[in-house]
């Protein structure tokens, strides 16, 4: 398994309209991510991430909720500009309570080398959004830590280099599942 830990920053602007997340290098610098949060429109995606500071840079893929249940439909790629090059994966709520998700991608980089591989995102604490990812295996992919107290982000680590393809998809299934969290204390009034 090639190994090289790569670091994100996950938050939400302090300033302006929060209808947006940002993803930057834990080392610093503008972001390399925008993520457009949609709540209330019909037909668009709940989450679109563009490549770059803005959210008019170009569209690095989606993210759609299901009305019913728990599961959603992430697309690495721009649906609107090349439709028939978006990649799409299911990622699969496996609890009622939402604190087990499973998506399946084939890796580019080895060791999977194009074939398909499941992977599974757990909570790792019942009181925070702290998430670890692992393989069938076992073995962890990526461990995502919360900000201490009331922020809303926290830091992503990558533990394994299986190409860009791979790292987008891992970001753009957790910010999935950590937006669904957001939505739902929202609408259960927590925040």
Not at 21 to 36: A, K, L, M, T
Not at 144 to 152: P, R, T, V, W, Y
Request: with cysteine; net charge positive; hydrophobic share 40%.
């Amino acid at each position: 398994m090639a190994s090289k830990t790569r670091a994100f920053k996950v938050y939400k602007p302090s300033l302006g309209f929060r209808r947006r997340y940002e993803i930057s290098s834990s080392s610093g610098g503008p972001p390399i991510i925008s993520v457009d949060i949609s709540e209330f429109t019909p037909g668009k995606p709940d989450l679109t991430f563009h490549r770059g500071a803005d959210l008019q840079a170009p569209v690095l893929g989606v993210c759609h909720f299901s009305s019913f249940g728990g599961n959603m439909r992430v697309g690495l790629g721009d649906p609107v500009g090349d439709a028939s090059g978006v990649q799409w994966e299911e990622l699969a709520k496996d609890t009622l309570w939402g604190n087990k998700y499973t998506f399946s991608t084939a890796l580019a980089a080895p060791p999977g080398g194009g074939a398909r591989q499941t992977f599974r995102w757990t909570r790792t604490s019942l009181m925070t959004r702290d998430f670890a990812l692992t393989d069938d295996a076992g073995a962890t992919v990526a461990v995502f830590e919360s900000d201490a107290g009331l922020a809303s982000g926290g830091t992503l680590r990558l533990e394994v280099d299986y190409g860009m393809g791979f790292d987008y998809m891992v970001i753009m299934t957790f910010m999935a599942i950590f937006d669904k969290i957001r939505r739902r204390r929202a609408a259960s009034g927590g925040g």
